[in-house]
């Protein structure tokens, strides 16, 4: 017997009103994952994007906005409460997790802000700019274990596929691999995914 796969909820025409959900309204028995963000770039948007659109999963609680203009707009094109500091936006409603989506050089001071005030953080890459950096950064945070890092890309769709297959086998022995299709830190977090998915290949 075969079931037709269940239609999602339509989005409400104000659909803005859905980025904060308070915490006595929270669908069903199983509250949203809730957090706040640190940034205000694209990046920090994806997340805004998705407690908009999947507010049975996430909610966001707070976005740190350093000007009141920033807060403003925060607050219109999201309706997400807004706070001048990190401290200020965990004191609003304090989040399961925070989101730090800031540039290379002020990841780092955010992260360990954070830490220090016992918050999960998921940390958009990089979470320094350089190797002395993230060294640094592990010395001061790694033993939390309140930090991870989101590189997203071993697991888009595209590269997922290709890990099963080294995993399971299907070109024989892999003991070198080639990107082309993305750069940096994306592109050796692939590698070493690949080489790691063929190293643990099924027998």
Do not use: K
């Not at 807060?71 to 997790?97: L, N, Y």
């Not at 958009?124 to 010395?139: K, M, Q």
């Amino acid at each position: 017997m075969t079931h037709a796969p269940a239609q999602p909820a339509p989005i409400p025409s104000d659909p803005a009103r859905l980025a904060h959900v308070p915490p006595d309204q929270g669908p069903g028995p199983h509250a949203p994952a809730r957090f706040a963000v640190v940034g205000n770039g694209w990046r920090a948007r994806f997340f805004l994007r998705m407690a908009r659109l999947l507010p049975d999963r996430f909610a966001a609680t707070g976005v740190v906005a350093r000007s009141e203009e920033r807060a403003a707009e925060v607050r219109r094109e999201w309706g997400v409460p807004t706070a001048s500091t990190v401290a200020g936006v965990v004191a609003i409603e304090r989040p399961d997790f925070v989101v730090v989506a800031v540039p290379w050089a002020a990841s780092a001071g955010v992260i360990r802000e954070l830490v220090a005030l016992g918050v999960p953080v998921l940390a958009e890459t990089p979470p320094a700019p350089d190797a002395a950096g993230l060294r640094e950064l592990w010395a001061d945070v790694g033993a939390s274990g309140l930090v991870q890092v989101a590189e997203h890309s071993p697991f888009m769709p595209a590269h997922a596929a290709r890990l099963e297959a080294l995993r399971r086998g299907l070109i024989g022995e892999v003991t070198s691999v080639q990107i082309s299709s993305t750069h940096l830190y994306h592109a050796v977090a692939v590698i070493r995914a690949m080489l790691g998915a063929a190293s643990a290949r099924s027998p």
